[in-house]
């Protein structure tokens, strides 16, 4: 087993994580589109907020960051790779012809269907 990953995902493993990453995905993008909406609004109060923090935007931010972290540590600890959170891209670290590759999955499709070596990235993926 590659060091790197502590888990190797069988293809039905994948599938079987499916119901959970989606429900994570969906709260990582919950939290995504929250950070990304207030972050326009926080230069001019962290210029100004000096020893307080940026006070209430400021804050809300920070709440929204920590938790897009706490979500996106949630699908780390399950083993597998996040590689794009716009498109809630995954990769399941598996074993292949006796080396380890990445099974491929993003929604909307319904199973693990694709596989590619690691440095190809989604670019070179190949159906199982």
Do not use: Q
């Not at 209430?56 to 929204?64: D, P, W």
């Amino acid at each position: 087993m590659d060091p790197a990953f502590p888990k190797l995902f069988t293809v039905d493993e994948a599938n079987s994580l499916l119901p959970t990453l989606r429900e994570l995905l969906a709260e990582v993008s919950h939290h995504r589109d929250a950070v990304r909406e207030r972050a326009p609004h926080l230069a001019p109060i962290l210029r100004a907020a000096g020893a307080n923090g940026g006070g209430r935007v400021g804050s809300e931010y920070g709440v929204e960051a920590y938790r897009l972290y706490l979500a996106i540590e949630r699908i780390r600890e399950l083993g597998v790779v996040l590689k794009d959170l716009d498109v809630g891209l995954i990769d399941f670290p598996h074993e292949r012809e006796g080396r380890v590759v990445f099974l491929c999955w993003h929604p909307p499709e319904e199973r693990v269907g694709y596989w590619h070596e690691i440095e190809a990235g989604y670019a070179g993926r190949r159906p199982l």
